[in-house]
């Protein structure tokens, strides 16, 4: 190297790369002049990382999460690689030298720390990072991030580290995303086989709740909404702002690991009576501080309304809404759920297995004991394996957020296994007593005059009769009675069950030594018409018998005691020796729609032998059925994502009187929150046509539901239309 005054300079490469000056003057000053040049030129030429790109669109189409796309966020499951790539800035990335470390962080405590491989063999049970060296790009390189398909549920962060060998200097970006279960994955304790099921139990974003009675099941559409913008945010929320997070953050995530201590969570979290939970119920009296639940389209407004509100209670909740709620929530988690209904549903609060209803001679239904049955109540299964319970537990579990009874100091049910349940497996955890009860309990009807009883019968097959759920892609009802309890006669589908219903439309039979009185419905009651129905007595001894007879009707709510009578009526029956006789009866339109609307009847029939004072009791509890609005589609054939779409809303007026109320419309990936619309007064028998627009924003098969509340009438007329939306 030239120097001044002519004098050489020799240089000499040593070991560590550092270049050394000899020469015979200026020795220092040269030495370290070089030093620090080559110094300079080798720390340019270190590893940068400017940025990650965690090409969204990409992982969730990978990880079937593109649903969530509307998030910004990189939503993922577990036990599958996620691609994200580097952007560096200068020079590219050498296998050789360079060295990547990847550390995953979920919270503030927890952390994983890993080194960016070449083997590209995925690990189930734990944390993986890799390069797939035969698709290198040097200047972009992707790297593959594999979590346990054990990991907790939550919101990660990761940073990516560079290293240049044989030096100190690193590079480092951050990246974000969010973990949940992965019911597509066999290692994973939330897999389920059958693609149709994970359609129908992850990603289907509307369905049914059946409410109503056994006789008569009605339908109601729902939308679950998981995709909807916000709802990933407030399901994740729940979980952090969750006691048992706020008590000891790290061991709340170390836990999350586990649907059931999930569910657990979830379920309680979902009412609010032990923590700023998302639902307040409400089941007697007004609504005016908040919503009535009948009014609810879907679980969406819901968790956003509670999210935006800082976590404050939402008014009102009742049984099928605290479920459906939880269904979305565990459905965004990635934990496959179903609403389920089970039709008279027991409440038995002294663990007796029995249920006690009491009569008037009358056949006024009194309000006389803590027990109770539900016309129906609607809860919540989810799939799992049940590894802290051993073998054969495995597959749908109960799980019910409606605040009945504590479980563990909380208001909470569950996880129970359905199979347990049927078993009465009741020294196993969770609630299956509980569960085991609501399905089986037998009912005990008892006649009371002058406060002594007077008549006693048995039914050991009306609690638990029909249990049912939406079935798997069909928007129809599917019974699943057989997987809770073993039943004489199994029936898998309800046009089975309809016509047996049909040939035999008993409603309630009763026995004394002397009589059976049988009573049965001539038709199913529907709304506007009138409810006609016979009983059918048979004197079962050769003597003639004078029988006095009372009927009764009350209105009630599908979870309480029937109100005052709204009708009855008497008569005395002559009976020959071993007759039969049939005794028809009606109650007008005018007689119950002003006092029934959506709720139920409570129709009894009482017979006293005159000679003998032997009485003997007949009962049922029954629905009328409502009239269903009418959506039609426009160019159904042509629905197209992002182009606006029209349809129309048809309602009948099947009162015997002028109604007029509030039209609400809804769907999830149809429509960006409802459209409603308030209805002039209708005349009796008159119709209304509604034109509505709306623009997809999802592909696939979609629920576009209506509902009409009338003002003037304590009833909601609903109906809904499923749509195949395909892309622009």
Known sequence: MPSGGGAKAYITLQADSIYTLRCKRHTHKWKVRFVLENAASLFANYLKIKDVNLEISENLERHRTDGFSSSEALVVRRGAPIRVSLQLEGRAFNPTTDLL?????????????????????????????????????SQNPSIF???????????????????????NKKSYAFGKFTLLCNPWCPADVVYIASEDKREEYIQNDSGLLFIGTTMNPVSRPWSFDQFEPGVLEACLKLLQVSPPHQANKKMDYLNRKNPVYISRVVSAMINSEDDCGVLKG???????????????????????KWAESGFKPVMYGQCWVFAAVMCTVMRVLGIPSRVVTNFNSAHDTNDNLVIEEFYSITGQKLNRSKDSIWNFHVWVECWMTRRDLGFGLDGWQVLDPTP????????????????????????????????????????????????????????????????CTKAVTFPRLQNITGDYKYIRSPTSTISSRSSRMSEDSTLSRGSSKGVLVVMSL???????????????????????????????????????????????????????????????????????????GDDLINLAVVLEDLASQEQVLASEEFNIASTQLIIQISNKETIVCDKEQAATVTFTNPFSHMVSGVLTVAGAGLIQGKVQSRILPLLPGGSLKQRITFIPSKVGIKMLQASLALSNVNSTIRGFKMVSVSGA
Not at 145 to 163: E, R
Not at 579 to 595: S, W
Request: one cysteine or more.
């Open 145 to 167: 991030i594999s979590s346990p398909a054990s990991a907790s549920v939550g919101c990660y962060t990761f940073k990516m580290f560079g290293i240049t060998r044989g030096t």
């Open 101 to 137: 470390k990847v550390q995953i962080m979920l919270g503030v405590h927890l952390y994983v720390l890993m080194p960016v491989t070449f083997s590209k063999t995925i690990s189930y049970t734990r944390w993986k990072a890799y390069v797939d060296r035969d698709n290198l790009d």
């Open 404 to 467: 009945q009874e504590r479980s563990g100091g909380v208001f909470c049910c569950g996880p129970a296994p359905v199979k347990a349940v049927k078993d009465r497996r009741i020294d196993l955890i969770y609630d299956i007593p509980f569960v085991y009860a609501a399905v089986n309990a037998d009912v005990h009807s008892v006649i009371l005059s002058e406060g002594k009883v007077v008549n006693y019968s048995k039914d050991t097959e009306r609690v638990g009769s029909l249990i």
């Open 282 to 304: 409400k089941w007697e009296g007004d609504f005016k501080q908040g919503v009535n639940p009948s009014l609810w389209t879907g679980s969406g407004d819901i968790l956003t």
């Open 522 to 596: 001539d038709k199913t009651p529907v709304a506007g018409e009138t409810v006609s129905f016979t009983v059918k007595v048979i004197n079962k001894q050769r003597a003639a018998k004078l029988m006095k007879i009372h009927f009764n009707a009350q209105a009630k709510e599908y979870n309480h005691s029937p109100s005052d009578t709204f009708w009855e009526t008497q008569g005395v029956v002559k009976l020959a020796p071993m007759e039969v006789k049939l005794i028809r009866q009606q109650i007008l339109p005018v007689q119950y729609e002003d006092v029934v």
